[in-house]
């Protein structure tokens, strides 16, 4: 059994050798099935094979076209509130990928601390989520999370965040690569962002661009970089960025692509003296808490241990191996392409407002 950390070191080519070799010849041997399922799927719903559904509201997708983590969270955030700035009533769906039965997932509930009373109705069934939300709490505006796959509920706009570290999934489709669809897709997408910008050098980030625009000619083009602006810890005052400045931390975190939270880690100035990176939505119970403690606590001369917010909602603790324990809050900011992707925003204000008339 192959574990995500090892996956992705396979498929991306960084792991050599013989047994990294012949793992890489049967993933793309399961490729090619997956792949036409995929482009079978896709085929239905463009020429009206599988029906697409609306709903009476107007409906934003945000998504990618690869596994593991690009940065949609703050994206759906900034999202959230730029409606509600403009006296939107916003709700959010979700499948609720990992969530227990009748609770909220750790993405649902990071959500939730940092956007209050805003409904989130995690479903399988996509359409059925949107109309609970706009019957239920007469929402104006549905943010459709992790949405780009799922063809069923019909949207109004399309975004699609790729993640500058890893933009093109590898070029393989799963399991091969990181993609699941083939890139060809994304002429389907309203508008396309690269996140965490700042991980690369301009000269990467104008190749990144040319060739997704050659790939969706029409899209809207915009670029964000996360943005660490504190600390949170479980019950007790968070503290300023600048405290983690010349300090030794250790980290961990449970995401679909570790890297990304190593890098925002790297901009804040401290040093990283040991980085536990576990798998996706990871469960944390009391046995796997302690072990992670045991780890900690043999990590010399550690002011603090950071995670996600993400994870944080799961742990709920303060300190690990009498560590104290804080969750580095991020946030989103743009540095090219905010008022094109706001001019994509401006027709749905006036679509709700002719839903509600």
């Given at each position: 059994?192959?574990?995500?950390?090892?996956?992705?070191?396979?498929?991306s080519?960084?792991?050599?050798g013989?047994?990294?070799?012949?793992?890489?010849?049967?993933?793309?041997?399961?490729?090619?099935?997956?792949?036409?399922?995929?482009?079978?799927?896709?085929?239905?719903?463009?020429?009206?094979?599988?029906?697409?559904?609306?709903?009476?509201?107007?409906?934003?997708?945000?998504?990618?076209?690869?596994?593991?983590?690009?940065?949609?969270?703050?994206?759906?955030?900034?999202?959230?509130?730029?409606?509600?700035d403009?006296?939107?009533?916003?709700a959010?769906?979700?499948?609720?990928?990992?969530?227990?039965?009748?609770s909220?997932?750790?993405?649902?509930?990071?959500?939730?601390?940092?956007?209050?009373?805003?409904?989130?109705?995690?479903?399988?069934?996509?359409?059925?989520?949107?109309?609970?939300?706009?019957?239920?709490?007469?929402?104006?505006?549905?943010?459709?999370d992790?949405?780009?796959?799922h063809?069923r509920?019909?949207?109004d706009?399309?975004?699609?965040?790729?993640?500058?570290?890893?933009?093109?999934?590898?070029?393989?489709?799963?399991?091969?690569?990181?993609?699941?669809?083939?890139?060809?897709?994304?002429?389907r997408?309203?508008?396309?962002?690269?996140?965490?910008?700042?991980?690369?050098?301009?000269?990467?980030?104008?190749t990144?661009?040319?060739?997704?625009?050659?790939?969706?000619?029409?899209?809207?083009?915009?670029?964000?970089?996360?943005?660490?602006?504190?600390?949170?810890?479980h019950q007790?005052?968070?503290?300023?960025?600048?405290?983690?400045?010349?300090?030794?931390?250790?980290?961990?975190?449970?995401?679909?692509?570790?890297?990304?939270?190593?890098?925002?880690?790297?901009?804040?100035?401290?040093?990283?003296?040991?980085?536990?990176a576990?798998?996706?939505?990871?469960?944390?119970?009391?046995?796997?808490?302690?072990?992670?403690?045991?780890?900690?606590?043999?990590?010399?001369?550690?002011?603090?241990?950071?995670?996600?917010?993400?994870?944080?909602?799961?742990?709920?603790?303060?300190?690990?191996?009498?560590?104290?324990?804080?969750?580095l809050?991020?946030?989103?900011?743009?540095?090219h392409?905010?008022?094109?992707?706001?001019?994509c925003?401006?027709?749905?204000?006036?679509?709700?407002?002719?839903?509600?008339a």
């Amino acid at each position: 059994m192959i574990n995500p950390t090892e996956f992705r070191e396979v498929v991306s080519g960084r792991q050599q050798g013989l047994r990294a070799s012949l793992l890489r010849i049967l993933l793309q041997c399961l490729e090619a099935p997956y792949a036409f399922l995929i482009a079978l799927r896709n085929m239905s719903y463009d020429h009206g094979l599988c029906k697409i559904e609306t709903v009476d509201t107007p409906v934003i997708s945000v998504g990618n076209l690869t596994l593991g983590g690009t940065g949609k969270t703050p994206l759906v955030q900034w999202l959230a509130q730029w409606f509600q700035d403009r006296s939107s009533r916003v709700a959010l769906v979700s499948r609720g990928y990992k969530a227990a039965p009748g609770s909220l997932n750790d993405e649902a509930r990071e959500l939730a601390e940092k956007l209050g009373r805003i409904p989130h109705i995690q479903n399988r069934n996509r359409v059925q989520a949107a109309r609970e939300a706009i019957c239920g709490h007469q929402s104006q505006v549905i943010l459709l999370d992790d949405g780009f796959q799922h063809r069923r509920l019909d949207r109004d706009l399309d975004i699609v965040l790729i993640d500058a570290l890893e933009p093109y999934g590898f070029d393989h489709i799963f399991p091969r690569g990181m993609l699941r669809e083939s890139l060809s897709s994304l002429c389907r997408a309203d508008a396309i962002g690269l996140s965490r910008a700042d991980a690369i050098s301009a000269h990467q980030r104008t190749t990144i661009r040319n060739r997704i625009q050659a790939l969706a000619p029409h899209a809207v083009w915009f670029e964000t970089v996360h943005q660490p602006r504190q600390l949170l810890r479980h019950q007790a005052p968070s503290n300023n960025l600048t405290w983690l400045r010349n300090r030794s931390v250790a980290a961990f975190c449970g995401l679909g692509n570790p890297s990304g939270f190593q890098h925002t880690l790297a901009t804040c100035g401290c040093q990283i003296t040991a980085f536990h990176a576990l798998p996706d939505h990871y469960a944390y119970t009391e046995q796997n808490l302690q072990t992670l403690a045991t780890s900690l606590a043999q990590t010399p001369t550690v002011d603090a241990v950071l995670c996600t917010c993400k994870d944080l909602v799961k742990i709920n603790r303060s300190e690990l191996a009498g560590i104290p324990l804080y969750a580095l809050d991020i946030g989103m900011q743009f540095v090219h392409g905010q008022n094109d992707l706001e001019a994509c925003l401006q027709p749905i204000l006036k679509l709700q407002h002719s839903a509600a008339a």
